[in-house]
């Protein structure tokens, strides 16, 4: 939209969201969030940045977008809890709300988090 929408701006934003920074880089969007980091004002704009890895690329995304930054990480000492179930399902596109449905209806009562991909 920056580019092919006329008179689309990001003047008004006052907060920049990049999660999965590393996965955005790795699939070639440096450009694209340079480009996003320019157009929203930086003048009291908050900017979070979320990666599972620091690479040399995020790291320059860091540089370039955050007002000084704070920087939250978790190391060994806080490892996965004995009581934490983690598991990955693989489920063809047709069926993930069903699949989706189900798992919230086993689980009602308990807490969780989940993550799908869109693509």
């Known amino acids: 939209h920056l580019e092919n929408t006329k008179g689309f701006h990001l003047r008004g934003c006052k907060c920049l969201v990049m999660d999965e920074a590393d996965r955005m880089l790795?699939?070639?969007f440096e450009a694209e969030l340079d480009a996003i980091c320019q157009a929203i004002p930086s003048e009291g704009r908050s900017s979070m940045l979320f990666s599972a890895t620091m690479t040399s690329?995020?790291?320059k995304l860091q540089r370039a977008s955050l007002?000084?930054?704070?920087?939250v990480e978790v190391n060994d000492k806080f490892a996965t809890p004995r009581n934490l179930t983690q598991?990955?399902?693989?489920?063809p596109a047709k069926h993930k709300e069903c699949y989706l449905a189900a798992l919230l209806d086993m689980n009602r009562g308990r807490s969780g988090l989940g993550f799908c991909g869109t693509w």
């Open 26 to 28: 790795s699939m070639d």
């Open 57 to 59: 690329k995020v790291a």
């Open 67 to 71: 007002h000084k930054p704070v920087k």
């Open 87 to 91: 598991e990955y399902l693989f489920i």
